[in-house]
């Protein structure tokens, strides 16, 4: 039977595990509360892609009576989540730090960071860049006699998937410097195995993107170069892992 002292410590790390969590919370749920007025303008800013590509005449639909007002309130609510990130992320890393050495402390802060950025990096490259040629792409090709109309919630489901996907895909770098300084590999390592990752990369693209080619290559080409750069990066976290120890 547990005693008290090796039961104190585990209560204290629930009710710090749970602090964070609220206040994490409570992060998300003022921003959707200051964003919640724009709700509207913010499904319009997402949708533009689609919508300045539209054929002459043609519009949105909303199939669902509800649709048009809680579509974009859900889209507030991920954005809200989205712009919170960096407030969540700094909670996970109050919750660890403690248990941590202080070269670990040193090392972890950059990564939080730079995940934070990658993550940005992603949603804005998916907006910008990946977002302009598939809708271009699709609407190019849609079927004589047939009306293109695109279903709000639909369109929604569409683009958050690829805002995730290319969110997560831009994480690279800190996943490979995270494995390389857990010892799980090492740079030498991963950089032989290359022609191999490079494949994967087109094969993750092609799982987590729409059947094109087009969004496929753009997910798999940045990916390859991610690689790269996490590559670089993670020699002075394996350097520095090994000094330690």
């Known amino acids: 039977m547990p005693s008290v002292e090796q039961t104190q410590p585990l209560i204290s790390h629930l009710l710090e595990l749970r602090s964070r969590l609220l206040r994490a919370l409570i992060a998300v749920l003022i921003v959707f509360l200051g964003l919640i007025y724009f709700a509207n303008n913010i499904y319009e800013f997402v949708s533009a892609p689609l919508v300045e590509r539209l054929p002459q005449g043609a519009t949105m ?4 009576v509800a649709s048009p007002f809680f579509t974009p309130l859900k889209l507030t609510l991920i954005a809200s989540i989205f712009i919170a990130v960096p407030f969540i992320l700094y909670q996970v890393w109050a919750f660890v730090a403690p248990g941590l050495y202080k070269h670990e402390r040193r090392l972890i802060m950059p990564l939080l960071f730079s995940s934070s950025l990658l993550f940005y990096c992603g949603v804005a490259f998916a907006y910008f860049v ?13 079927l004589g006699g047939v009306e293109f109309a695109t279903d709000i919630s639909s369109y929604l489901d569409f683009v958050l998937a690829l805002f995730l996907a290319f969110g997560i895909a831009f994480e690279v770098p800190v996943a490979i410097i995270l494995l390389c300084w857990t010892g799980a590999t090492n740079p030498k390592s991963l950089s032989e195995k290359r022609p191999y990752i490079i494949v994967g990369a087109f094969v993750v693209g092609m799982m987590l993107t729409p059947p094109d080619i087009i969004s496929q290559t753009l997910l798999a080409v940045p ?10 990066f993670a020699r002075f976290y394996a350097n520095s892992s090994a000094r330690q120890n």
Do not use: R
Request: net charge negative; charged share 5%.
């Open 223 to 232: 990916m390859c170069l991610l690689f790269e750069v996490g590559l670089f």
């Open 61 to 64: 639909i909303a199939t669902d």
């Open 130 to 142: 990946v977002f302009p040629l598939v809708f271009g792409f699709f609407t190019a090709i849609s």
